[in-house]
């Protein structure tokens, strides 16, 4: 006869997941103590996580009452690029290519759910999908899925760190696995790569300076980070590409996650400083980056065109700092005038201060023009 956990893992891998392993559902102290201490630090201030939740987010019973058991889900999501070909283009982080990967996971987990409860009843399962306050990477680790990498993601034997995870929490008591006796030892690559030292090499990465987060926060990019965020406009993947075991791991994603063609991961940037409404919602309503709003990517793609340094975007970011109704936008359209410093970018931040009303975006335009000053 079928053991339920055995009944479980075949769902699981018949259901598309890559990996899947199980662990109890006792409180995680050593996550908790690692949480609290980085929630001390200010390493999440971005996001304005409530202290609670370092308690809340390691004991699965918050979320299941009576929970014994986390299985522990790995999707592959790696895909090759597109070529890239045109100049001036953005990059968007492999995991928002395609359609937004939660529906996937929450129907993998959702399938997994429906074989428990085939043993436990119904409402002996509640799924957890990335969105969920679970701390989802402890109980990865403990169950041996893989291992917690110095650039904080897991990392999966023969996956990589290019991994989505899910948990299905419950009720049914399962025979856990071992976590598994491995750690990155000496190997700092990721840590070398980060261009924002976000990642301090002891396991723990500041986010608020972490080019993914930077890049998603909806008020202003801290100007001294600005132009080490390169040409990304949405997340980041060097630590990732940099990762030993995810480069052994090689594309390991199905077609669902694959981009549908060249702008799906290098985006235009001019195009993208002026996307909006309806435009906005078909290119990535759908995607795993539509969540946060047409001016965030605005933002995002003036500091891009800023870094690029091409005096071609100039049009582009003088239309952006005149017209758009965002002071966001306009601010960091200022910044980017300024760094490319051209005669007419100059001349265009000067005509913006004349005007320009929002307290906030003249003091970018005025910090813009500084450099240029001349001093008698």
């Given at each position: 006869?079928?053991?339920?956990?055995?009944?479980?893992?075949?769902?699981?891998?018949?259901?598309?997941?890559?990996?899947?392993?199980?662990?109890?559902?006792?409180?995680?102290?050593?996550?908790?103590?690692?949480?609290?201490?980085?929630?001390?630090?200010?390493?999440?201030?971005?996001?304005?996580?409530?202290?609670?939740?370092?308690?809340?987010?390691?004991?699965?019973?918050?979320?299941?009452?009576?929970?014994?058991?986390?299985?522990?889900?790995?999707?592959?999501?790696?895909?090759?690029?597109?070529?890239?070909?045109?100049?001036?283009?953005?990059?968007?982080?492999?995991?928002?290519?395609?359609?937004?990967y939660h529906a996937r996971l929450r129907a993998l987990a959702a399938q997994v759910a429906a074989e428990i409860e085939r043993f436990a009843g119904?409402?002996?399962?509640?799924?957890?999908?990335?969105?969920?306050?679970l701390a989802e990477r402890a109980f990865a680790a403990r169950a041996g899925l893989g291992w917690v990498g110095k650039h904080t993601g897991l990392?999966?034997?023969?996956?990589?760190?290019?991994?989505?995870?899910?948990?299905?929490?419950?009720?049914?008591?399962?025979?856990?696995?071992?976590?598994?006796?491995?750690?990155?030892?000496?190997?700092?690559?990721?840590?070398?790569?980060?261009?924002?030292?976000?990642?301090?090499?002891?396991?723990?990465?500041?986010?608020?300076?972490?080019?993914?987060?930077?890049?998603?926060?909806?008020?202003?990019?801290?100007?001294?980070?600005?132009?080490?965020?390169?040409?990304?406009?949405?997340?980041?993947?060097?630590?990732?590409?940099?990762?030993?075991?995810?480069?052994?791991?090689?594309?390991?994603?199905?077609?669902?996650?694959?981009?549908?063609?060249?702008?799906?991961?290098?985006?235009?940037?001019?195009?993208?400083?002026?996307?909006?409404?309806?435009?906005?919602?078909?290119?990535?309503?759908?995607?795993?980056?539509?969540?946060?709003?047409?001016?965030?990517?605005?933002?995002?793609?003036?500091?891009?065109?800023?870094?690029?340094?091409?005096?071609?975007?100039?049009?582009?970011?003088?239309?952006?700092?005149?017209?758009?109704?965002?002071?966001?936008?306009?601010?960091?359209?200022?910044?980017?005038?300024?760094?490319?410093?051209?005669?007419?970018?100059?001349?265009?931040?000067?005509?913006?201060?004349?005007?320009?009303?929002?307290?906030?975006?003249?003091?970018?335009?005025?910090?813009?023009?500084?450099?240029?000053?001349?001093?008698?």
């Amino acid at each position: 006869m079928t053991s339920p956990k055995a009944a479980v893992v075949r769902a699981a891998l018949a259901a598309g997941a890559s990996a899947v392993r199980v662990t109890d559902a006792q409180p995680d102290a050593r996550e908790r103590a690692r949480l609290e201490a980085a929630y001390a630090r200010g390493d999440v201030a971005t996001w304005a996580y409530p202290p609670e939740r370092a308690r809340t987010s390691t004991d699965p019973a918050a979320l299941l009452p009576g929970a014994r058991s986390v299985v522990c889900l790995a999707l592959a999501y790696a895909t090759p690029p597109p070529p890239r070909r045109a100049p001036l283009t953005g990059r968007i982080s492999n995991y928002a290519w395609a359609a937004d990967y939660h529906a996937r996971l929450r129907a993998l987990a959702a399938q997994v759910a429906a074989e428990i409860e085939r043993f436990a009843g119904p409402g002996s399962t509640r799924i957890a999908c990335d969105t969920a306050p679970l701390a989802e990477r402890a109980f990865a680790a403990r169950a041996g899925l893989g291992w917690v990498g110095k650039h904080t993601g897991l990392i999966a034997p023969g996956l990589g760190s290019f991994v989505f995870l899910a948990e299905v929490l419950t009720t049914l008591e399962l025979t856990p696995d071992e976590p598994l006796r491995k750690s990155c030892g000496s190997c700092a690559r990721c840590v070398d790569v980060c261009p924002t030292g976000a990642l301090r090499g002891d396991y723990t990465m500041d986010s608020t300076r972490c080019i993914s987060d930077l890049t998603q926060r909806r008020d202003a990019i801290p100007r001294a980070l600005r132009p080490l965020l390169g040409d990304w406009v949405w997340g980041c993947d060097l630590c990732n590409e940099a990762c030993p075991p995810s480069r052994r791991a090689g594309p390991g994603g199905g077609a669902q996650f694959a981009a549908g063609g060249e702008r799906a991961a290098f985006p235009d940037l001019q195009a993208l400083l002026r996307v909006r409404g309806a435009a906005f919602r078909r290119a990535y309503g759908a995607t795993a980056l539509g969540w946060r709003g047409p001016a965030v990517l605005r933002r995002n793609a003036a500091v891009a065109l800023g870094n690029a340094l091409d005096r071609a975007a100039v049009p582009a970011l003088e239309a952006a700092l005149s017209e758009d109704a965002q002071p966001l936008v306009r601010g960091h359209a200022a910044w980017a005038l300024g760094r490319i410093g051209s005669p007419r970018a100059l001349h265009a931040l000067e005509a913006a201060l004349d005007r320009e009303t929002d307290a906030q975006v003249r003091l970018e335009i005025a910090a813009a023009l500084e450099p240029f000053l001349r001093t008698v």
